[in-house]
């Protein structure tokens, strides 16, 4: 399962490999020569980076009760939080403004849009396919911090997430706090908390430290999950369905806004 390229997460790099094919459509294209007028590609650079604003604003308006106790999160786009129509709208409609004056760029202009939205659009789409056919609940059992064996694929049934996370990783320790509370707002969702290569002290040690109060801390001191998934940076939390289907899968530190999004689609 790969889930990024390098430390870039699949999601970018996806957005970035649909703004290349737009460039390379808008250079192909040929766009008459106006004096004034302003190139296709700077157009289609414009439209992505007003899209994407608009976008961000639509999820940070739709999720607004999740950012009042922390303004800051708004900031942390890497929580994936976007809505699609209204990027969708703003990056349009500010195209069709800025050639108001010179309608014969519009050709090139649209034709490289068109191709950078199908390029990102099917990549994203195949790939979110792919992880959804090849990933499922592992067949592993693993111990809990009570020494009582837990095998993760007895959830079936039930909506489940499974975070991967590690005591020395940053984001790990910043996205705790959200993940508790999600735990306590949401009986219905079992929360499995997989630490990754460290020993009962270690995390017994960090959860006083924390003053974290989790159900189903896991131990997986050989990492075993995420080799079998191919995880290789944390946090890594994977989203399940009560089918026991991957919906979503999210390399970072997770937002409350963009957790509950995610939750919301369970």
């Known amino acids: 399962m790969i889930s990024s390229v390098g430390p870039v997460p699949l999601a970018v790099v996806w957005v970035l490999v649909g703004l290349g094919m737009a460039m390379l459509v808008a250079s192909v294209v040929r766009a008459p020569a106006i004096e004034g007028a302003p190139r296709p590609r700077s157009v289609v650079v414009d439209m992505l980076l007003l899209g994407l604003l608009a976008g ?3 999820f940070v308006i739709w999720h607004a009760a999740d950012y009042v ?3 800051w999160a708004v900031l942390r786009i890497g929580d994936g939080g976007f809505v699609l129509w209204p990027a969708l709208l703003v990056g349009l409609g500010w195209g069709g403004w800025r050639l108001r004056r010179w309608p ?7 034709a490289a849009a068109l191709a ?10 195949g790939a979110g396919w792919l ?19 837990v095998a993760l694929d007895e959830a079936r049934g039930e ?18 706090p959200v993940l508790a509370r999600a735990q306590q707002r949401h009986p219905d969702i079992r929360f499995l908390f997989v630490n990754q290569g460290e020993t009962r002290d270690e995390v017994d040690a ?5 003053h974290l109060s989790l159900r189903n801390v896991l131990l997986d001191e050989e990492a075993r999950v995420a080799e079998q998934l191919q995880v290789h940076a944390y946090p890594t939390t994977l989203f399940f369905d009560g089918q026991g289907r991957l919906r979503h899968l999210h390399l970072g530190e997770l937002t409350a806004a963009g957790l509950q999004s995610k939750l919301d689609d369970l």
Not at 135 to 147: D, E, N
């Open 159 to 176: 909506p489940v997430v499974i975070n991967l996370w590690a005591s020395w990783c940053g984001p790990c320790r910043r996205e705790m």
């Open 56 to 58: 961000r604003a639509g």
């Open 131 to 149: 992880q959804q056919s090849r990933v499922s609940l592992p067949a592993i059992t693993l111990t809990s911090l009570q020494g009582a064996p």
């Open 104 to 110: 014969t760029l519009r050709r090139p202009v649209a």
């Open 69 to 71: 106790a922390d303004p």
């Open 116 to 125: 950078g939205l199908l390029g990102w659009a099917v990549l994203s789409t």
């Open 206 to 210: 960090f959860m006083a430290a924390e």
